[in-house]
């Protein structure tokens, strides 16, 4: 069996990670309040110049609980949170497990169409955002089961003086913006006092004072805690139903794998808690495991590189985009960088040459490390396979966690392949989630149990291993682009543009072709000072020739300002290929 937990048990460059963990088996509020009793003089996270005690979090997370309670939140009831990294998002979340409830995770930024679809698929009669949000929250409610929509203002969670700079910025910033737009200035919209289903964080809170019995509810490892979306194998949104134990078990993990942690180690929580990546790692990991979030509201390369340096963080994780747009900051020459311990890239593919600017970059800066590459899926939390601290391969996601379980198959069945044969990715471990919410037929296609007694998620990923147990991702099998009956993959062809000087990132997808079923164009983002002219064009089509072979070359290459970005900041392939299909099919009817 090609799984690296059993055919490689133990191996020099594992170091002292351990091949099994004994996991906590309480609820995600227990592994927190085990930390605060530990740690009781730890700083659990600071937020715009403030910082919260880990005894002052838990305060504030049993307020929070009282208050949900009292509002008639039900055990194994879903909640929808809509808020940035802030601390009321933090206390809230771990409210909804205290109480036995359910956290359904979504990003604020969402379209309305998007909430209603949320709000429908958790079945929730709570939901949780900021004031600035209420507008759009408004309009749905009426088609969903939402009684009580609660708005909270980030003004809330600062100082006083924090607090009045806050509101100034706000009717500022939007002044300023339009001036420089030539548009009409659009501030945050004011929630009418008497909105209906509203009730505002203060007047929520005050409603813990009520509750003077039992309260909290005794949740058990298994039991589920979380919804976070994804699109899982047939593209179509669907909730991912995670618990206590995923998340917890994710937890141990990460900093099994990194024997470089140590308690009070300052993570620079930018991922959004929407994301697996940023919930899962940013912050739950850190706050069951004594570390210290730095939780920023509003991702800019510009906050991110000032809070990094400010705070002087020992560990960032991210995706390849917000590190490409670090590469690029003036206010960042100079900079000492020394104090890094872990730089960690996951969420989408991290190309060879981009991962080799980071780690000149780094080196530059006087880290004396080295961006570590991770993969993994929303249907195990996020991360479950790490580059090893002491020895990287090229091209390489790294090796499983602990007692988690990796093997390439034939794509859709069970039949394993030898190593080195590419194949489709399966994942097994204490990680892997519950169910699809509402979604029996996809859940059961997703998740398979083997021969072997362990479940599998069927991730419709490309990948290799190697005999040393390296896994090298390939690429989601959705995107994989068959031109002449040539398999071409993206991936391979973005490593190679981006390494060119004059390309700044890049992004490939297949477009329909009538003689070859689809053939590949790329759409490149130029360098700084590069001419987007004819001569750039040729130049690239040159180098394409030079290392790509025939079949997978690019008949075009478009050059844009920008790419179009998902919400969690990955390049988003699929706006660029819904452009191209609208354009032959506007060509055809024209």
Known sequence: MNQITAKTPWAPWMGSVPMHLDYFRGSMFDAVKKIADTYPQNIAFDFMGRSTSYPEMIEQIEECAKALKALGVREKE???????????????FYAINRIGAVASMIHPLSAEKEIEFYLNEADSRFAVTLGQFYTKFARVLPNT??????????????SPVMKLGFRVKNVIDPIVTAVKKHRKVQFIPRVPKNAPKVIRWKDFLAGAASVTGVYAAAPTADDPAVILYSGGTTGISKGIVLTNLNFNALGQQVVAANPIFEPGDRML?????????????????????????????QFTAQSYAKDLVKYRCNLIAGVPTLYEA??????????????????????????????????????????????REGYGTTETVTACCLTPLTKAKEGSIGIPFSDTYIKIVRPGSDEELPY????????????VMKEYRKHPEETAQTLRRHADGLTWVYTGDLGVMDEEGYIFFRGRAKRMII?????????????????????QMSCVIGVPDAYRMQKVKAFVKLAAGVPADEKTREELMAYCRRHIARYAMPYDIEFREELPKTLVGKVAYRVLEEEELAKLQAAQQG
């Open 78 to 92: 879903t909640v929808t949170v809509a808020m940035p990294n802030c601390p009321q998002a933090i206390a809230l």
């Open 145 to 158: 089961p939402v009684e009580h929509l609660i708005l909270a203002d980030i003004a809330d969670a600062l």
């Open 269 to 297: 929580s930018a991922m959004p808690l929407f994301h697996g990546f940023g919930l899962g790692v940013c912050i739950h990991t850190m706050l069951s495991q004594g570390g210290r979030c730095i939780l920023i509201p």
């Open 326 to 371: 670090l590469l690029r900051l003036p206010s960042m020459d100079g900079k000492d960088l020394s104090f890094l311990k872990g730089v960690f890239s996951g969420g989408d593919s991290l190309s060879v040459e981009l991962k080799k600017k980071l780690d000149r970059f780094l080196a530059e800066h006087g880290a004396k490390i080295e961006v």
């Open 420 to 431: 080195g044969e590419e194949g489709e990715i399966l994942l097994a471990g204490p990680t």
């Open 483 to 503: 031109s002449s009956g040539y398999n071409v993959y993206p991936a391979q062809l973005e490593n190679i543009l981006d390494a060119h000087d004059m390309v």
